[in-house]
């Protein structure tokens, strides 16, 4: 055999060699692609509490509780735990061999920092006075005492015992989210820098791989999470979809797997063309007005009532929004109300020509009419629907009160900060319950809320009436005392409600293992995608 026949074997089997290998099948990465609405405030856990942040935040921590697909509550980090008799006293038993994504041990004392840190004042957190049950944590945030009095405590390794001042019905439906653990470690080296991606450390079933400003984040699979073999999905990517028509075709381009809201004017074309698409459910949501009552002439009841009479809630829900929205009257939706009858509006059963000559006779009496027309700017984050409902309030306002308003739009980020700052007059606003008990709505008007009470609002009968709810371990009675505290604010306005939201989803037929549900928390664990 000559060399060159030789060569020529060799270079025959190796070229079989390499069309052998390029002929095996190699597995596509598994990616879902959805939607998030808002740019991250942040990704730490502890200094948001913005859904459109969360539903990220979901993905990459499991708190001590968690749930499942359907929102059911069950064990997420803690395998089990033991509440005393009385109610005030949880003791958590931690998953045994759980770690951290770079292979820390997760451990009680990790969670026992990370209530410490959310409390502490100098981790300003906006969510931690929804923790003020847990005892001392209320002065405990207001810098009376240090943060080691906070009644949370590691017990050995992997037992945490949290002791409450009152019992609290809700408390293991609030920690799962409320309040996710961070590592102390990674927290104490890089400051506020720790959640950047070549920094973070998770204890969820996904990290963070890359954040792309204003565009997009991507969480990959944690090998880590204790529950990894389950997770079907290699990666998720949030995508910021504040433009609503340009998420809505991206999602027909099959760019996104899954759109949480859509142009309204779409939804005829989507039932006839997308049914099997459509997902809609009532949800935990509640939009309303927020008045800025340190700024007159909203520090007046009687026009911040006037402008919440003279809205037509029935006209916006059926012809602005048109999407199954229910006109609020109430600030507790349908889901929260399980023993509740809320302090409905008192006009309620009026018409709106009853309405609109009451809400011009307490402006009158404020001192304005056409002579005087009150004036002001009403605030609203940029999305063609939420232009369209200001737009259309405004109009009410105007032919029906004699008043002006001039209308003003920002990214959600900028009107964020700029309604905790207390830096505007009149805003929409939302905001979706942390827990199925009426205190998560109420609790918007808590003087102690610093971070979504954006009303500014006061009143220290309404402050010691939810005192005296979250104190009281008879059922009946905490309704009671939360029916009044509501009466107060229907009967003063600092907010006005519009409506009860609607989850409006698009989600491919090839999505599965997400459920429709009222809190509208769908966590990537849960989900697989079998693209055709």
């Known amino acids: 055999m000559t060399a060159f026949t030789l060569l020529s074997q060799v270079s025959r089997v190796f070229a079989l060699f390499v069309f052998c290998i390029s002929a095996v099948p190699v597995s596509a990465e598994t990616v879902f692609h959805r939607g998030n609405i808002g740019e991250p405030d942040s990704l730490d856990p502890h200094l948001t509490t913005s859904g459109y942040a969360t539903n990220i935040i979901f993905d990459m921590f499991i708190g001590l509780t968690t749930v499942d697909a359907d929102v059911n509550i069950v064990p997420g980090a803690a395998e089990s735990w033991t509440i005393s008799e009385d109610g005030k006293t949880y003791v958590f038993t931690l998953r045994e061999g759980m770690a951290w994504s770079d292979g820390t041990p997760v451990t009680a004392s990790d969670f026992e920092f990370s209530f410490k840190r959310m409390l502490d004042p100098i981790t300003a957190s906006r969510g931690a006075p929804m923790l003020y049950m847990i005892e001392n944590g209320r002065p405990v945030n207001a810098g009376q005492m240090p943060s080691d009095d906070l009644a949370v405590t590691a017990i050995d390794e992997r037992t945490l015992e949290i002791r409450l001042e009152a019992p609290t019905p809700f408390f293991l439906e609030l920690i799962v989210h409320r309040c996710f653990p961070v590592p102390r470690w990674v927290v104490e080296e890089h400051g506020r820098e720790w959640t950047r991606a070549e920094n973070i450390v998770v204890n969820g079933a996904f990290t963070l791989e890359e954040w792309v400003p204003q565009t997009s984040v991507k969480v990959v699979r944690n090998p880590s999470f204790f529950a990894a073999d389950s997770v079907k999905l290699d990666a998720v990517v949030y995508y910021t979809t504040e433009d609503l028509s340009a998420a809505f075709n991206r999602y027909r381009a099959g760019e996104l797997d899954m759109v949480i809201s859509f142009p309204p004017a779409q939804l005829d074309w989507i039932k006839e063309n997308l049914s099997d698409d459509l997902r809609m459910t009532q949800s935990l949501g509640l939009e309303y007005i927020t008045f800025n009552t340190k700024k007159p002439p909203f520090d007046d009841p009687r026009v911040r009532l006037a402008l919440s009479m003279a809205l037509d809630r029935e006209t916006l829900t059926d012809r602005v929004m048109r999407g199954g929205e229910i006109a609020a009257y109430s600030l507790i939706p349908e889901g929260s109300r399980v023993g509740y009858e809320p302090a409905f509006a008192d006009y309620r059963d009026l018409s709106q020509a009853e309405r609109k000559a009451r809400a011009k006779a307490l402006l009158a009496e404020a001192g304005y009419g056409p002579e005087n027309p009150l004036s002001f700017s009403f605030r609203y984050n940029t999305q063609e629907v939420l232009r369209r409902v200001a737009a259309a309030a405004a109009a009410m306002w105007q032919r029906d009160l004699d008043v002006e308003v001039s209308l003003l739009n920002s990214d959600l980020n900028v009107l964020n900060a700029d309604l905790r700052n207390g830096d505007y007059e009149v805003a929409r606003y939302q905001w979706f319950g942390e827990h199925r008990d009426p205190s998560t ?83 990537g664990r849960y989900v697989s995608v079998e693209r055709p």
């Open 441 to 523: 709505f109420l609790y918007l008007l808590e003087s102690d809320a610093v971070g979504d009470n954006h009303s500014k609002y006061s009143n220290p009968e309404f402050d010691r009436l939810m005192q005296q709810a979250y104190a009281s371990a008879d059922i009946p009675e905490r309704m009671r005392l939360m029916q009044a505290a509501e009466r107060i604010i229907m009967d003063e306005a600092p907010i006005a409600p519009l409506n009860y939201y609607v989850s409006k989803r698009l989600v491919k037929p090839y999505v599965s293992g997400l459920e429709n549900n009222v809190r509208g928390i769908n966590l």
